[in-house]
C-alpha cells in the first residue's frame, strides 16, 4: 500500500505514509476549529485505505474527541474503571511505579524482561458479540524506555496467505473466550510469556469473568465493506478453538494462522512522541502493546469508537441479544 501526498480542497491537509504496509500520518489539520464535511469525508476515505492514522501536536481531550467522532460515537469502553469521571468517554491508562494501584498490575516477563501494560496482539472486545468500530490513543506523556504500539494489518495479512490455505478457512469461525493473564493465550504469543507479578486473584477473576462473559463466535474471514478486500480477522488474544473442528486440527490450523498473523516482518510499531494521537480501524488491524519497564511513568489517554460489524454471536443461542452483567474489570 501506497499512499501519495494529497491535498484537500482549499485546506493544507496533507499525508504521508507510516509504513509500507499500512498507516498515513496527517499533517496540517486544524484541531481548534470543527472538522468541515470536506475534511471528514477525506480523513474516512484516507482511513479507509490505510487503517491507522496518525495526527502530531493533539493538545487536550476536547481535540481528541472532536477528532475521534469524525470516525464515529466515542463512548465508554469495556475496562469500565478506568474511564475517566471527567468524561467516561475517554480512558485513563497509567504506568506509574508511584501509585499504588499501578503497583499491583500485572507485570509480564517478555523475551527475559519485565514489562508493565504488556498486550499482546488482538482487536478489541473480541471476547464481546459486539465489535467496536476503532479507538483513538493519545500520548499525554511517553514513556523514557519502551511503550511502543504495534499494528498490523489483516487485509494483507490475508493476501498473503497461499490461496490453498484462503480455501481452506473461509466459512470457519473462532470460539473467543475472556483470558484476562497474557501467558494463558495460546496461539501468536511469544514463546516463554510468563507473569512476573500476578494479582494474588488472578485464578478468582478469570472464573468469574468466564461466567459473566460467555463464549463468543466470529468469523475468520470478513470482507471489508467499502472495499471488497478480505480480512483475516482473528484475534491471537482470546482465541480458543475453531469451531467444527477436532481439538488437534483446530490447535494445528489456528497455530498457523496466528504466526502467520503476527509476523513482525509486516508490522508497524509507533514511537510515540507526547500529543501523537493514532485513531486505528479496530475491524481490520490488530494491535499490540509493548509495554514498560516497571519503574517507568507512561500516561495515555483513549477514545473508544462506538459500531459493530454485525457478524458475531454468542455460542450459546440463548444468550442471543443479551449483554454481560458488568464490564471489564469493574
Known amino acids: 500500500m501506497t499512499l501519495e501526498p494529497t491535498m484537500i480542497d482549499r485546506t493544507t491537509l496533507v499525508t504521508r505514509p507510516l509504513s509500507p504496509q499500512l498507516g498515513a500520518e496527517i499533517l496540517g489539520l486544524d484541531l481548534e476549529h470543527e472538522i ?10 484516507i482511513w479507509t485505505e490505510a487503517g491507522l492514522i496518525l495526527v502530531r501536536g493533539v493538545a487536550n481531550g476536547e481535540q481528541h474527541l472532536r477528532l475521534s467522532m469524525v470516525f464515529g460515537d466515542p463512548g465508554p469502553a469495556a475496562t469500565g474503571v478506568l474511564n475517566l469521571d471527567r468524561d467516561p468517554r475517554i480512558m485513563g491508562l497509567r504506568q506509574d511505579p508511584d501509585d499504588p494501584r499501578c503497583r499491583t498490575m500485572p507485570v509480564f516477563e517478555v523475551h527475559g524482561e519485565a514489562r508493565a501494560g504488556y498486550l499482546g496482539w488482538h482487536w478489541d472486545q473480541a471476547f464481546m458479540p459486539e465489535i467496536v468500530r476503532g479507538a483513538a490513543l493519545r500520548m499525554v506523556e511517553t514513556a523514557a524506555i519502551g511503550g511502543q504500539t504495534g499494528f498490523i494489518d489483516a ?15 473461509e466459512g470457519l469461525e473462532v470460539v473467543y473466550h475472556m483470558t484476562i493473564d497474557q501467558h494463558r493465550n495460546r496461539f501468536g504469543f511469544p514463546q516463554g510469556l510468563r507473569a512476573a507479578r500476578e494479582r494474588e486473584d488472578a ?9 459473566d462473559f ?4 466470529h468469523p475468520l474471514v470478513i470482507t471489508q465493506r467499502e472495499t471488497g478486500r478480505k480480512v483475516l480477522k482473528l484475534s491471537p488474544m482470546h482465541a480458543q478453538r475453531i469451531l467444527g473442528l477436532a481439538e488437534a486440527e483446530s490447535d494445528a490450523l489456528l497455530h498457523t494462522l496466528a504466526d502467520h498473523l503476527v509476523d513482525g516482518r509486516f508490522a508497524y510499531f509507533h514511537e510515540w512522541r507526547n500529543g501523537d494521537l493514532l485513531i486505528w480501524d479496530n475491524w481490520r488491524l490488530i494491535h499490540s502493546a509493548a509495554g514498560v519497564p516497571p519503574h517507568v511513568r507512561r500516561y495515555a489517554e483513549r477514545t473508544t469508537i462506538y459500531g459493530d460489524y454485525g457478524v458475531g454471536r454468542y455460542l450459546d443461542p440463548a444468550l442471543h441479544g443479551s449483554r454481560p452483567r458488568r464490564a471489564f474489570m469493574d
Open 203 to 211: 485464578e478468582t477473576r478469570q472464573a468469574e469473568y468466564h461466567r
Open 214 to 217: 460467555p463464549q463468543v463466535v
Open 36 to 45: 468541515d464535511e470536506a475534511t471528514r469525508r477525506e480523513l474516512l476515505r
Open 155 to 169: 487485509i494483507t495479512a490475508w493476501e498473503r496467505l497461499p490461496q490453498a490455505l484462503q480455501e481452506q478457512v
